[in-house]
């Protein structure tokens, strides 16, 4: 009987509108299962005053590029989670860029990169910061043996502040190359 009536209406409807429906009524039963179970409930009047109750406020910079815009970071038990301009910040005078004002969801990200990661037949694995800069030295020294400084070319990031862009000029003269430029260019 169910079958008859589901033939029926998709050959009405059409397959791929009704899938769709079919996803939507499968989202609704699921979200009326949760209710049902008091998995979730209304917020409170003091909730959507005040989600963060007891959290802080903390003046930062957008780290995205030099500009180092100011934002406001609120911080609730330990976590940001949520931001807003910095008006009076000397730079960016209560503005934005469109990247600075997501800044907070780099930092929240599930891709979010924490540790060096290698890949191991086809894995990628969790290695230490000392063997990750131990490789990696070891692959650049032998390709500079084998080839001359000029087989590296170095860019720069656009999150470089001005010392870091510094470091990264000299460690390019050290290496012996003048292949160095800033990431924007390309
Ligand atoms: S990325 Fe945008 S918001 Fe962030 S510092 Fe640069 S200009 Fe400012």
Redesign the pocket.
């Known amino acids: 009987m169910i079958n008859d009536t589901f033939k029926h209406m998709s050959s009405k409807i059409g397959r791929r509108s009704f899938l769709k429906l079919a996803a939507v009524g499968a989202g609704m039963s699921a979200t009326a299962a949760l209710a049902a179970s008091e998995s979730i409930r209304p917020a409170t009047e003091e909730e959507i005053k005040d989600p963060f109750p007891g959290s802080k406020k903390v003046k930062t910079?957008?780290?995205?590029?030099?500009?180092?815009?100011g934002i406001i970071a609120e911080v609730h038990n330990g976590v940001w989670v949520r931001q807003d301009v910095a008006q009076d910040h000397p730079i960016?005078e209560g503005s934005?860029?469109c990247?600075?004002?997501d800044?907070i969801d780099l930092v929240k990200s599930k891709q979010r990169l924490k540790f060096p990661l290698k890949k191991v037949n086809g894995e990628w694995k969790r290695i230490s910061w000392e063997t990750a800069v131990k490789e990696i030295s070891e692959k650049m020294l032998a390709l500079r043996k084998e080839n001359g400084p000029d087989v590296a070319m170095f860019l720069g990031s656009a999150k470089f502040n001005l010392q870091q862009a510094f470091y990264f000029r000299k460690f390019a003269a050290m290496w012996g190359t003048n292949n160095i430029d800033h990431v924007a260019r390309i």
């Not at 995205?64 to 815009?69: E, L, P, R």
């Open positions: 910079i957008c780290s995205i590029c030099s500009a180092g815009c960016s934005h860029c990247k600075g004002i800044q």
